[in-house]
């Protein structure tokens, strides 16, 4: 095997002109970036009926019945609720929840399994579980997942004190959610206290089952 | 002019995600060719990259709830193309099939009669970069062919800069044996 010297592979690299070359090496440079110069750099076209194909599968996947049940279901909605109220109305169902959530509050905590995930039933299909990452001297923290379309801002975590733990409760539907959190806007993150799994795409994800009876990773 | 051309990524995968699944077309209009070379140059064809191209394009509408940066929409493709080049070649690899190139993936119509030089020249180089390793190929392929900085390619593949001149220094001295090898 003939090897190029270093220089005429910084040469091809871009990293050295010719002229910088030892004039020794010149020759092996000038061969070098014939062989550069033989590439092919063709735009390639495909062909027009491509969009038109793809489409066609990606309608039939959208309309299988499977498919638009579990879309109804995953998909996050825009809702916009209007409401006309006296304000003395306003004062007092404000009250009256805020009563709901103390009493909710002083209640005796549902058992929860041990771990970053923790979780109490609310209905039959939903189930709160409360997400916690130790993450000293972030300035933000979120969780984004299978459950919000991976949104970076849908589910922030917020500070408990000063000591760098963040935490966040969410209303859950039954079934297998993957997450990850997302530390600064920036950095992904895998949650330490549960197992992660490959994403296809060399980043790993964490991964939460959530029955009705609760939740706990797998 | 379609209004829908100037909508950026983000918002049409989040449109397509809320069933508005004919705005996945914006998609491929916007991607289908932009991968095409760096397929065909991986695979050896231009039906091959075809054939490649569309599958991940497919595979990205069935894995769209998975993209967790859908303004990074494109890069993602990517990725799902890349896996699916590797794949394949890897598949053919097992099978025994050597990677061959159609000659309408290497070479545009002669314009002179210098080109059939220049045409030679050019079957050469492609058939001896059919011989790299995968990775070896995808790194020449993205640094001379699309012209990408390493820094670009590292930011596309995942792999280190240093790991990606460690393949590219490999692939110049086993290019430069396998045209050597060529000529005599």
Known sequence: MTNYPLPVKQLLDGELTLAELPPELRA?????????ASVDRTPVTLSPTLDARVMAAVRHRATSRARR???????????????????????????????????????PPARVPAGAVAA????????????????????????????????????PLVPAGTGGVWSTTLALPVGQHQYAFVVDGRRWVADPAAPAVDDGFGRRN????????GARTL | MDSRNGTPDEAVVRAVLAGDVELYAVL????????????????GSRDAAEDAVQDA???????????????KFAGWLFLILRNRCFAERRRNQRQGRPLEYADEAVAGPERSDGAVERRESVQAVEHALGQLTPEQREAFVLKHVEGLSY???????????????????RAYDRLRDLLKEHES
């Open chain 1, 28 to 36: 092996a440079g000038e061969e070098a970036l014939g062989l550069v």
């Open chain 1, 69 to 107: 049940v579990w879309r109804w279901f995953a998909t996050p909605r825009d809702l916009e609720l209007r409401l006309r109220v006296r304000p003395w109305a306003a004062w007092a169902s404000g009250l009256a929840a805020a009563a709901g959530v103390a009493l909710l509050l002083t209640r």
């Open chain 1, 120 to 155: 109490r039933v609310a209905t039959p299909n939903v189930v709160f579980v409360r997400f916690v990452l130790y993450a000293p001297g972030a300035k933000r923290v979120a969780v984004a997942g299978t459950f919000n379309q991976w949104d970076q801002t849908a589910a």
């Open chain 1, 206 to 213: 964490s991964v939460v089952a959530v029955t009705a009876q």
């Open chain 2, 28 to 43: 491929v209009e916007r991607y289908r060719d932009r991968y095409a070379r760096y397929a065909a140059r991986m695979l």
């Open chain 2, 57 to 71: 394009l497919v595979r990205a509408f069935d894995r769209l709830a998975d993209c967790r940066e859908p303004a």
């Open chain 2, 151 to 169: 820094d670009e390619i590292a930011g596309l593949t995942g792999a280190t800069v240093a790991s990606l001149k460690m393949r590219m220094h």
